[in-house]
């Protein structure tokens, strides 16, 4: 029998297209060779899609495709160009679409829309659930209606109207494009000559930008898996992994810390934090998955002040990195799922969703 074929897609147009090779480098890796065959295709910058040998991209070491920018060239060198749509209308009902693909023009709807007009199965969020996630004034909008405690924010699209919301704040603030991940052209603003710089960088990636109050905070995290209606006892059910704490060694948890310094932070797994905070961590994970319209998986960030114990949500990551040190993967391996079997599960989560939507009636005559 004909093993079900998983389509990884990595690059992309983003600027977190690099991360993505990383990313995708896992995934393959640790997609189980017994149930499925992995194809691996890239999208370059120009949107083409390209057909890539999976063993080529494991040849590649994690830091250079993070650091050279022949990488990518040696990836696609004499790859086939592939026709988008002809190849997901190709794929079978148990074959499924696993795009690991970060930030804008891939993790933040525009992607999973042609997903589901192909009627591919594929891993991860939907088109909603991905477009709220990835606007962080829509997640925070969300999150307002759904009660959840946040740190006090606003958007701005030019300096002046960053300078009148951090001025309102109070400094530090922290000044972020509004529609970007892996912390690129966060900046960290300690008093208002630097409101103006940080805006330009924050813009050279969207068109709005985040303003946010900096607290003395701990950053925590949780990883979320599962069918957020799936009943209780069903296998499938949405669960939230045990906590993690980044303890940057820089001013805050930035790209390079991410990804490139080896020594750019600790990773402290399990989270020293109370049993009650903890739980309170998760629970609110948990609700924030629900309210946006989450599917299969997401890393969920909060803030806990370092004084007051307070938890603050923070943002959801509904891609999050699948790189060796990434957080998710490893926070999922902490409480008792190893990376293998945590693939397989958003493999199955992904056919689960397209089995129940071809249920669906489209015929509003048929009864």
Known sequence: MKRPLVLVLCG????????????????????PAERFRARLVHLGLD????????????????????????????????????????????????DCVFPVLHG????????????????????????????????????????????????????????????AAAKRFGYPVFIKPARMGSSVGVVKVKGPAAVAAAMREALRYDDKALVEKGYPVREVETAVLGDPWASEGDRFA???????EIAPNAEFYDYTAKYIDPDGARLIIPAPLPARTAARVRELALTAFRALDLYGLARVDFFVHKHTGKVFFNEPNTLPGFTPISMSPRLWRESGIPTPRLVETLVELGLRRA???RRLSADPRAR
Not at 68 to 75: H, I, M, Y
Not at 104 to 117: F, I, K, R, S, Y
């Open 12 to 31: 992309g147009r983003s600027a977190e297209r690099l991360v993505s090779l990383v990313s995708a480098r896992c995934v393959a890796a640790s997609l």
């Open 104 to 163: 804008p023009m891939g993790e933040d709807g525009t992607l999973q829309g042609m997903l589901e007009l192909s009627g591919a199965a594929y891993v991860g969020c939907g088109v909603y659930g991905s477009a709220a996630a990835m606007d962080k004034e829509a997640t925070k909008r969300v999150a307002e209606q759904a009660g959840l405690p946040q740190v006090p924010w606003a958007v701005a699209r030019d300096a002046k109207e960053a300078a």
């Open 238 to 244: 949405l669960k939230a992994s045990i906590c993690a």
């Open 355 to 357: 089995r129940a939507r």
């Open 47 to 94: 949107g083409s899609w390209a057909s890539v040998p999976t063993a080529r991209l494991l040849r590649e070491e994690p830091r250079a495709l993070l650091c050279d920018p022949s990488a990518v060239r040696r990836l696609r060198a004499g790859a086939p160009r592939l026709d988008p749509w002809r190849l997901l209308t190709s794929l079978g009902d148990d």
